[in-house]
C-alpha cells in the first residue's frame, strides 16, 4: 500500500488575475489631465468632451476639471437612433 498520495497534477489551484475594471472617477469628482476616469472592455462608455479613448478602451481625462456622466442619441448607419453613454469633462 502507498504510504503517500498519488502526486499527479491537480485540476484546483489556478486562476486569472482580477482585471480591476469599471468606473474609477464618477460624476461631479474632479480630475487632472491623465487621470483613467473608466477602464472597460469593449465600448460601453464613448470618449465624449475633454476625454480620450485608448488603445485598450480606458478612457482618460485630457484636461483638468469636472467629470460628467451624459447619455445622447446617436444615429446608426442604418438612420436608426441609438442611446449611448458618454463621459466627459467640464
Do not use: C, H, W
Request: aromatic share 6%; net charge positive; proline share 1%.
Amino acid at each position: 500500500m502507498a504510504t503517500r498520495k498519488a502526486g499527479g497534477s491537480t485540476q484546483l489551484g489556478r486562476d486569472s488575475r482580477p482585471k480591476y475594471l469599471g468606473v474609477k472617477r464618477f460624476g461631479g469628482q474632479k480630475v487632472k489631465v491623465g487621470e483613467i476616469l473608466v477602464r472597460q472592455r469593449g465600448s460601453g462608455f464613448r470618449a465624449g468632451k475633454n476625454t480620450k479613448i485608448t488603445k485598450d478602451d480606458t478612457i482618460i481625462a485630457v484636461k483638468d476639471g469636472v467629470v460628467k456622466f451624459v447619455t445622447k442619441k446617436i444615429v446608426r448607419f442604418t438612420g436608426t437612433l441609438k442611446k449611448a453613454k458618454f463621459i466627459e469633462v467640464e
